[in-house]
């Protein structure tokens, strides 16, 4: 009795320098990445579970994994390209049967042996940040300490959300630092030709994107002709249009409505028409911005992506795109000049 009476007060012990450590660890600048790792290893510990997922996310937003345990490399492969979680309110002690994942995500886990879990949503004070999920493949229920568990949940995700706060902050720092350095090489004189392709190569930098597009408009015809593809050295075998008609594909779209695209699964959006393309060369992801330049339409920059943008980036994608238009409306005059 004397040593069942000691394993709750032994294991509090383990769990309160566990979180006092992670709590050092984002005060000393350490990632999310670190901390949501090395929450997943005190949740197995605390509920004696050997396999696990930790996943950053938001409101409104998909789970991203960022650490695993205990599953096979195949397994962790899937989870990682898609894992489907909403996360509940407060801990969640389940079957798997009841567990909130999608349905592929379901079948995934069950191939895995895995028949009972443990959801423990990570909030802090500016919301939902992350989860970690224990899971379990022996029969019977969930045996969960709570009171372990309630403080887990609400320290680690307040040590989660301060270092989502401030790496948040550095990115954005050293992506405004970034963006201010393009704006000023387009700010430099050169020709049309020589503009766009700077324009296209910056923002395939930016964004890291594996191909970028830059469209000119033919008010009069209302057509987009497409002056510059950068994409990858080993192109594929599906070729694509010079030129579309506005309203059609997504140039198109956003040539007649005049208004930015972001296709977070853009191989289920009908506005790509290039599907082929995109799926050849991997992309899944896809946004396109307007170029405008004294009020008038003078082009359209799309971008194609291998996953998501975060909505930092976009807003400044979108800004970035303004001076981009400013660019090469200046580099059109100056060539109608001298003509």
């Given at each position: 009795m004397k040593a069942s009476a000691r394993t709750p007060a032994r294991r509090w012990a383990r769990a309160e320098a566990a979180l006092s450590q992670l709590t050092r660890d984002a005060n000393a600048g350490r990632s999310p990445e670190h901390l949501l790792s090395r929450g997943l290893d005190l949740l197995l510990?605390?509920?004696?579970?050997?396999?696990?997922?930790?996943?950053?996310?938001?409101?409104?937003?998909?789970?991203?994994?960022?650490?695993?345990r205990g599953l096979r490399p195949a397994a962790v492969r899937a989870v990682e390209r898609e894992f489907s979680l909403a996360v509940p309110d407060q801990?969640?002690?389940?079957?798997?049967?009841?567990?909130p994942v999608s349905a592929a995500t379901r079948d995934l886990?069950?191939?895995?042996g895995i028949r009972r879990a443990v959801v423990l949503p990570l909030v802090s004070e500016r919301g939902l940040v992350g989860a970690l999920v224990g899971l379990g493949r022996e029969a019977r229920a969930v045996s969960a300490p709570r009171a372990l568990l309630e403080p887990i949940s609400r320290e680690l995700g307040g040590a989660v959300g301060n270092s989502q706060f401030r790496h948040g902050l550095q990115r954005a720092n050293a992506d405004l630092l970034r963006l201010l350095t393009l704006v000023k090489i387009l700010a430099e004189p050169r020709s049309l030709e020589d503009t766009l392709t700077a324009v296209a190569q910056a923002a395939?930098?930016?964004?890291?994107?594996?191909?970028?597009?830059?469209?000119?408009?033919?008010?009069?015809?209302?057509?987009l002709?497409?002056?510059?593809?950068?994409?990858?050295?080993?192109?594929g075998q599906i070729a694509r249009r010079r030129t579309t008609p506005?309203?059609?594909?997504?140039?198109?779209w956003v040539a007649g409505t005049e208004q930015p695209a972001y296709l977070r699964d853009a191989l289920a959006d009908p506005r790509l028409a290039d599907r082929d393309w995109a799926r050849e060369r991997g992309i899944t992801s896809a946004c396109a911005f307007?170029?405008?330049?004294?009020?008038?339409?003078?082009?359209?920059?799309?971008l194609g992506l291998a996953a998501p943008l975060p909505t930092g980036h976009l807003s400044l994608l979108e800004t970035y795109s303004d001076h981009a238009a400013l660019a090469i409306g200046q580099a059109d005059l100056r060539r109608q000049l001298e003509t």
């Amino acid at each position: 009795m004397k040593a069942s009476a000691r394993t709750p007060a032994r294991r509090w012990a383990r769990a309160e320098a566990a979180l006092s450590q992670l709590t050092r660890d984002a005060n000393a600048g350490r990632s999310p990445e670190h901390l949501l790792s090395r929450g997943l290893d005190l949740l197995l510990s605390v509920t004696a579970l050997r396999a696990g997922i930790a996943c950053a996310c938001a409101k409104g937003e998909e789970a991203v994994v960022k650490a695993t345990r205990g599953l096979r490399p195949a397994a962790v492969r899937a989870v990682e390209r898609e894992f489907s979680l909403a996360v509940p309110d407060q801990a969640l002690a389940c079957r798997l049967g009841v567990l909130p994942v999608s349905a592929a995500t379901r079948d995934l886990l069950t191939a895995e042996g895995i028949r009972r879990a443990v959801v423990l949503p990570l909030v802090s004070e500016r919301g939902l940040v992350g989860a970690l999920v224990g899971l379990g493949r022996e029969a019977r229920a969930v045996s969960a300490p709570r009171a372990l568990l309630e403080p887990i949940s609400r320290e680690l995700g307040g040590a989660v959300g301060n270092s989502q706060f401030r790496h948040g902050l550095q990115r954005a720092n050293a992506d405004l630092l970034r963006l201010l350095t393009l704006v000023k090489i387009l700010a430099e004189p050169r020709s049309l030709e020589d503009t766009l392709t700077a324009v296209a190569q910056a923002a395939r930098s930016f964004a890291r994107a594996v191909a970028v597009d830059v469209w000119l408009a033919n008010p009069a015809t209302r057509r987009l002709h497409r002056l510059v593809l950068l994409e990858p050295g080993a192109a594929g075998q599906i070729a694509r249009r010079r030129t579309t008609p506005y309203g059609e594909d997504l140039v198109g779209w956003v040539a007649g409505t005049e208004q930015p695209a972001y296709l977070r699964d853009a191989l289920a959006d009908p506005r790509l028409a290039d599907r082929d393309w995109a799926r050849e060369r991997g992309i899944t992801s896809a946004c396109a911005f307007p170029l405008r330049f004294h009020d008038r339409l003078v082009g359209v920059l799309s971008l194609g992506l291998a996953a998501p943008l975060p909505t930092g980036h976009l807003s400044l994608l979108e800004t970035y795109s303004d001076h981009a238009a400013l660019a090469i409306g200046q580099a059109d005059l100056r060539r109608q000049l001298e003509t």
